[in-house]
Each structure stands twice: as C-alpha cells, then as structure tokens.
C-alpha cells in the first residue's frame, strides 16, 4: 500500500473508532444519569448522529486495511502498529482514569472522606463502568489483532541480512519488530511508575505531617492511596511483559534503546530525588549542630518532606539501578545502548559538579565575609552554612562517582575506552565546563580590570571592597581549577586517542585509484592525510594525468602487488572497473569506498549529486570510522541549522543546571 494512503487509511479509521467509541459512553452515561425523556432529545440526537455517520466510516476504511493486510508485509507496517497500538493506549488512559476514580471513591468511603464535588468525580459509579467495560472491549480486539499480526509475522522467513544502523528513533522503532509494542508497554510503565511515585510521596507526607489531626488527613490519604493502588497494578502489568520478554532470549529485545532509556532516565530521576531529600536533611541536621534552636513544629512534620524523597527515591533508584546492572551480565551494551548509559553519566556528573562548586563558593564566601566583618559570626550565617556544606557532601559524591567510572574505562586500552574517549557525550561534558571555567576566568579578570580603571580614573572605592576583591579571586581560582583539569582530560584524551590511532595504522595499507586527470585522486589523498595523519596511502595512477597530478608513478607490477595487500580501496566507481585493476578489485577481499563520479546517461538513484571533494571528504571518514571499528555510515555536514541546534542545547542545559540549583536553594531556604 501506498505510504500517502496507508496514512490516510488508518488515520481516518482511529479518528472515526474513537469517536464512535466516546459517542457510545457518552450515549450510555446520558441514560444512566438522565433517563430516556423528551427532554434529552438534544443529547440523544448529538450522540446517536454520531454513532450513525462515524461507524459506517471506520467500518469502511478498517474492513479496507484488513483487506490490503491479506499481504504478510501489510501487517508489519508502522502505520498499522501505530494505529492498533495508538488507539490501545487512547482506550488504556481513560480505563485507567475511571478505575482510578473508583477506587478513590471505594477508599473516601471506607476511610470516611469528603469526595470531590467536580467533574469527572461527580460521576456515578455506574458512569465509571461504562467507560471501562466500552473501552476495555474495544482494547481486546485490538488487542487480539495484535497477536494475529504477530504470528502472521513470526511464520514469514526470517531476514538473514544484517539490518542497517538506524538514522533516527524511527528507524529504530521501525527496524525493530516489537519496537511500537514496546513503546506503548514502557509509556504506561512509566505512567504507573509516576503515580506510585506522587501517590507514595504524598502519602508518606500525609501520614508524616497531619498523623494527628484526622479531620484533614482522611481525604487525602483516601487519594494517595487510590493513586499507590491503581499506580502499582499499571506498572507492575506492564513492566513484568517487558521483564518477560527481556528474558526470553530474544534479540531486539536485548538490544532495545528505548529499554535503556527508560531505565537510565529512572535511575536519573530518582538519585535525583532521593539526593534532594538527603541533603536537605543533612541540611537540618548541620544547623541543628551548629546550635540552631529547634523547630516549633514536631518533628515529624519536619521531616515530612525530605524522609519520603529519599524512602521513594531511594527504593527504585536501587530497584532500576539492579535492573540495570542485570541486564549488563545478561547482554553486554551494544553502541546505542552505551550512548544512552553515557548521556546518564555524564549528565549526573555535570550535575554533582555544579552543586559541588556551588556549595564550594558558597560556603567559601561565608567565610570571607566572616573575615571582612568582624562584627558578623558563624550564628549569622548558619542557614547559609548548612545548606552549602550540605551541597558540598552530597555534590562530591554524586560528580565522583560517575566522573572516575567514566575516567577509569577512558584510561584503558581497547574498543570499549576508544569509544569512550570518542564519546560525543563525553566531550560535550568536558568543553562544556572548559567554557564555563573560561567564562568564570575572563568575567573575575574583566572585573579586576574594571575596579582598576576606576580607581585610576579617581571613582571612590566601595566600602566593601576588600570582600568583593576576595569573592572574585575565588571565583577565579576555582574556574583555573576546573578550566586546567577538565582540560587535562581532553589533553589525556587526544594523546591515548593519537596512539591507539597510530598502533592502528600501523597495520592498514590503504590504495588510491584514479583512471581520470587525477583530480579525484588528489581530493581523495589530501582528505585521508587530514583526516587520518600518520597514514600515507598507495596511489596507483591508470592514466599519465593522473600520475603526472597525484605524483605517483604510472601502473606497473609494483602497485599491483601493493593493490593486492590494501585493505581499503579508495576511487571512483569508473577507475575501480578500469582494466588492468578491474580483476584484481574484484578478487581483492578489502572495503571498496565508491566515489559516485557523474557520467553521462549514468545516474546513481538515491545520490544527490556534490562536488568531488564532498565525496572526497566523506571517504575519508569512511575509512576512518571503519579503521576503528565503528559502522560506516554517512557524516553530516555542519550548516547554520546544526549550529543552531548545537547552541540551543547548550542553553537548555545550563537553564536546567541553574534551575536544579535555584530547586535545591530554595529548599535549603524553606
């Protein structure tokens, strides 16, 4: 089927099933509350219209896709596993919703509530039925389709070729032949880990903070509750298929991306939590021992807030970290997956850095204006000094530990710190602090440089000067720190990276061909010196031009023994089917990398067609990425986009850096 009508074919089905489906609950709920009378003929007519128009329409295009899906391949379609399980979900939420609001009813009652007046929990129970039981009916249809299109599947041949590295997310949910089907499992895992989550948090809250008062502590305890139930059952429903297929052996399943994205970004989510608590409590705890006086407030209600973070945060940070470590002995990392383990380290890493040199400052500048104000003690600034010692234990670690796992695999030898070192995440990590470091030098110097030429141009000096003179040599000084180790890093990076590269070369023999005038030939030995130096390829020239251009000497027997040990063949597609190398290309067992010349009344279908020294280029990376051992795949050219992209990411991170921590201040504060 045409994409253009696979789309329009199942779009229209979904949009027109859901309708009828909402027409129909709707229709039931109006009987239920109302009646059948003369004066719901309004709504009667609205619903009824509905169902009247919208069945025909899904009849007519789902009784089309199931006949166009008599082709097996038909049913492997993405647009079809999107429309079966898109609609699966659309029918999930609200059942779970109206489930939901039962159970909360049933806990109100029991625990002697005050029920919310609003809708949707205004409605009866009867009302809550309807929607789950339509919904539930049209889910397991789906449902049922879903597994016949999964066996229908399963009985083809199966592919013997390799797949391709995918490009984007969707070639890997589409590369993948559960890909859809895990992604819905994994969204609504994470929907009923969020509501154990807030349900857990707010009802160890509760219990913590208002135990004593039971004319307030009913009501939501009958909430949370509801929320920890429902939430428990939608996870754990949806999670143990996942656990299940994991460990049935196959695959794609080991080889999921979005398994590990899910799992390292619960892991994120939680230590965050559970740290936040932790050191707002440590935070308490150090004013306690400074002399603080103690809170007014029990002492329960005290710890309401950060006991729960870090029980719940704690618990499945430990829960998903055990999975993970799990899934290592079971099935080793493969290049996307250990993409997603990196981003995860790294971004605690930058993270436990930033609170670290926070807490470092902060406390640091109590300490100077200790200095400076004779007048002023330690009691002055015991909040303040909790808080920052507080971020200083708790961001040490949490930079540390990550930091030198990372640093250790960085160090070593093999495929595994190559790639690390390699890293695109790791070395956003590491320049990102480099520039932040260089700002924090330049903007404490320009500083200097500014109070100077005031002072010489006979400005008054502020009365705290001396303080503001020391705040910035702080600041100064910790940025060099930062700036000349993470510079170190990237310094040790390039060195292991330049000798494992050169211990590499040492034993590839790389042939360049050229039939022509040579041009291509030169492009091509000019962009694999750059690219890789130390590399200095065999030119083997089939014309006088071309070995009067390259500066090579013309074909002879030489050159043949030397195109017979090449392990990589670079040249234009006419010059590696020229005799008298054509036979010898063909027997040879090396990676050829084409370059796609124009000739005409020849079209390369698919290639858009570039200048030579474009192809040159991507040759020359090529061959760099199989050097390496990495899969040879098209390199993308930096444009004004790119570089758009790359700057608004970089913002978007420092935002959330500095939004963190105004989180973790402003709790310190409360």
């Known amino acids: 089927m045409p994409v253009v009508r696979r789309i329009y074919v199942y779009l229209v089905s979904a949009i027109s099933l859901v309708g009828v489906t909402w027409a129909v609950i709707g229709l039931a709920r109006l009987i239920i509350r109302e009646g059948i009378g003369s004066g719901q003929v309004i709504g009667l007519a609205g619903w009824l219209a509905v169902i009247i128009v919208g069945l025909p329409i899904f009849l007519f295009h789902w009784l089309m896709a199931n006949r166009l899906a008599a082709d097996p391949a038909e049913r492997g379609a993405i647009a079809r596993k999107i429309f079966l399980y898109g609609v699966m979900a659309l029918g999930a939420a609200p059942v779970a919703a109206n489930v939901y609001r039962l159970v909360d009813n049933l806990f109100l009652a029991l625990l002697d509530g005050r029920p919310s007046t609003g809708y949707p929990y205004n409605l009866t129970t009867g009302e809550h039925l309807v929607a789950i039981i339509v919904w539930v009916v049209v889910w397991l249809y789906l449902w049922r389709q879903t597994r016949i299109d999964r066996q229908i599947l399963a009985a083809m041949p199966a592919q013997t070729a390799a797949p391709e590295e995918p490009e984007s997310w969707l070639d890997i949910i589409e590369q993948d032949a559960g890909g859809v089907r895990r992604v819905y499992l994994l969204v609504f895992a994470l929907a009923g880990l969020v509501m154990v989550t807030w349900g857990g948090l707010g009802l160890l809250q509760v219990l913590m903070d208002q135990w004593a008062d039971p004319q307030f502590w009913r009501t939501p305890v009958a909430h949370h509750t509801a929320q920890l139930v429902v939430g428990a059952v939608l996870w754990a429903g949806h999670w143990l298929l996942l656990q299940r297929a994991f460990f049935s052996g196959r695959g794609e399943e080991e080889r999921s991306v979005l398994r590990k994205l899910y799992l390292y970004l619960a892991v994120f989510v939680y230590s965050v939590m559970a740290l936040s608590g932790g050191a707002t409590l440590l935070k308490r705890l150090l004013e306690l021992a400074m002399g603080a006086p103690p809170s007014p407030e029990p002492l329960l209600s005290q710890l309401s807030i950060p006991v729960p973070m870090m029980l719940v945060g704690g618990v499945f940070w430990a829960y998903h970290w055990r999975v993970i470590q799990k899934d290592a002995a079971l099935a080793p990392d493969i290049p996307r997956q250990a993409g997603v383990r990196r981003i995860y380290?790294?971004?605690?890493?930058?993270?436990?850095?930033?609170?670290?040199?926070?807490?470092?400052?902060?406390?640091?500048?109590?300490?100077?204006?200790?200095?400076?104000?004779?007048?002023?003690?330690?009691?002055?600034?015991?909040?303040?000094?909790?808080?920052?010692?507080?971020?200083?234990?708790?961001?040490?670690?949490?930079?540390?530990?990550?930091?030198?796992?990372?640093?250790?695999?960085?160090?070593?030898?093999?495929?595994?710190?190559?790639?690390?070192?390699?890293?695109?995440?790791?070395?956003?990590?590491?320049?990102?602090?480099?520039?932040?470091?260089?700002?924090?030098?330049?903007?404490?110097?320009?500083?200097?440089?500014?109070?100077?030429?005031?002072?010489?141009?006979?400005?008054?000096?502020?009365?705290?000067?001396?303080?503001?003179?020391?705040?910035?040599?702080?600041?100064?000084?910790?940025?060099?720190?930062?700036?000349?180790?993470?510079?170190?890093?990237?310094?040790?990076?390039?060195?292991?990276?330049?000798?494992?590269?050169?211990?590499?070369?040492?034993?590839?023999?790389?042939?360049?061909?050229?039939?022509?005038?040579?041009?291509?030939?030169?492009?091509?030995?000019?962009?694999?010196?750059?690219?890789?130096?130390?590399?200095?390829?065999?030119?083997?020239?089939?014309?006088?031009?071309?070995?009067?251009?390259?500066?090579?000497?013309?074909?002879?027997?030489?050159?043949?023994?030397?195109?017979?040990?090449?392990?990589?063949?670079?040249?234009?597609?006419?010059?590696?089917?020229?005799?008298?190398?054509?036979?010898?290309?063909?027997?040879?067992?090396?990676?050829?990398?084409?370059?796609?010349?124009?000739?005409?009344?020849?079209?390369?279908?698919?290639?858009?067609?570039?200048?030579?020294?474009?192809?040159?280029?991507?040759?020359?990376?090529?061959?760099?990425?199989?050097?390496?051992?990495?899969?040879?795949?098209?390199?993308?050219?930096?444009?004004?986009?790119?570089?758009?992209?790359?700057?608004?990411?970089?913002?978007?991170?420092?935002?959330?850096?500095?939004?963190?921590?105004?989180?973790?201040?402003?709790?310190?504060?409360?």
Do not use: C
């Open 345 to 670: 380290s790294y971004l605690v890493a930058a993270i436990g850095l930033a609170v670290l040199l926070t807490g470092v400052t902060g406390l640091l500048n109590i300490l100077i204006d200790i200095l400076t104000a004779s007048r002023l003690g330690l009691a002055t600034y015991r909040e303040e000094t909790a808080l920052f010692a507080a971020m200083v234990i708790v961001g040490g670690p949490v930079w540390l530990i990550p930091w030198r796992a990372a640093q250790r695999i960085a160090l070593q030898s093999g495929p595994e710190a190559e790639g690390e070192r390699r890293s695109i995440v790791r070395k956003i990590y590491l320049y990102l602090y480099v520039f932040i470091a260089a700002v924090g030098v330049f903007g404490s110097a320009g500083w200097f440089v500014f109070r100077i030429l005031t002072l010489i141009l006979g400005a008054d000096l502020p009365g705290d000067f001396l303080s503001q003179v020391l705040r910035a040599l702080v600041i100064a000084l910790l940025s060099v720190g930062v700036w000349g180790y993470h510079w170190w890093a990237i310094r040790e990076d390039g060195r292991l990276e330049q000798a494992d590269q050169a211990r590499r070369l040492k034993e590839v023999r790389v042939a360049v061909l050229d039939g022509g005038d040579g041009h291509v030939g030169q492009a091509l030995v000019r962009h694999v010196r750059q690219t890789l130096p130390g590399l200095e390829p065999v030119m083997v020239a089939l014309t006088e031009t071309a070995a009067q251009a390259m500066s090579a000497p013309l074909f002879d027997d030489t050159q043949a023994d030397a195109l017979k040990g090449a392990r990589y063949i670079l040249g234009s597609w006419q010059a590696l089917t020229e005799e008298p190398v054509a036979r010898l290309v063909e027997d040879s067992a090396a990676v050829r990398l084409v370059i796609p010349t124009a000739q005409p009344n020849w079209v390369w279908a698919g290639v858009k067609a570039q200048p030579v020294e474009y192809y040159a280029r991507q040759a020359a990376r090529n061959l760099k990425q199989a050097i390496e051992g990495d899969s040879i795949t098209p390199t993308g050219e930096f444009n004004v986009a790119s570089i758009a992209a790359i700057v608004i990411g970089i913002w978007l991170f420092l935002t959330i850096i500095s939004s963190f921590l105004g989180i973790i201040v402003n709790m310190g504060f409360d």
